[in-house]
């Protein structure tokens, strides 16, 4: 599975240096209902050429860290860059909607419905990001997470 997960973050790092819409990164996240931290792998695509409008659509792919590790998600969610404030830095907010595929231990597979807001700092080239974030099924509950997209 860790093999998986690098060819992905290497095809990822390699899309993105010919489609500069593109941007990933990495975070953590804490998961209410496991009282548990994860780590995370993310992806973020700018459609606004596509649509016409401020969205952006992004996969994450959270693995919770436990004894022993076997619970992950997968969410594909869609952010709308509602308004940005801030003079010397232009922070960006967002609510997000979107779906989540989730498998707790050796349970069987969960969808659930994402709800919750976006927050994006930017920096130089990078983007840092704050997201809370219920889930209506799947891993249920709330989870705040964070991290940086580069």
């Known amino acids: 599975m860790t093999r998986n997960i690098l060819t992905l973050l290497t095809l990822m790092f390699i899309s993105s240096l010919s489609y500069g819409q593109l941007r990933f990164g990495a975070g953590g996240a804490i998961v209410s209902d496991f009282d548990a931290i994860g780590i995370q792998g993310k992806v973020l ?25 076997k619970d992950w998600a997968i969410d594909i969610d869609s952010h709308y860059r509602l308004f940005t404030f801030g003079d010397d830095i232009e922070i960006e907010v967002e609510p997000l909607g979107g779906l989540q595929i ?14 919750g807001g976006n927050i994006v700092f930017p920096f130089e080239s990078f983007l840092f990001y704050a997201q809370p974030k219920i889930t209506i099924g799947g891993f249920g509950g709330f989870t705040f997470s964070g991290g940086i997209l580069f």
């Open 102 to 115: 989730s498998r707790g231990g050796l349970d069987a597979t969960d969808i659930g419905i994402n709800l």
């Open 45 to 69: 695509l700018d459609l606004e050429e596509r649509t016409g409008r401020p969205i952006d659509g992004a996969a994450t792919f959270t693995l919770v860290l436990g004894d022993p590790t």
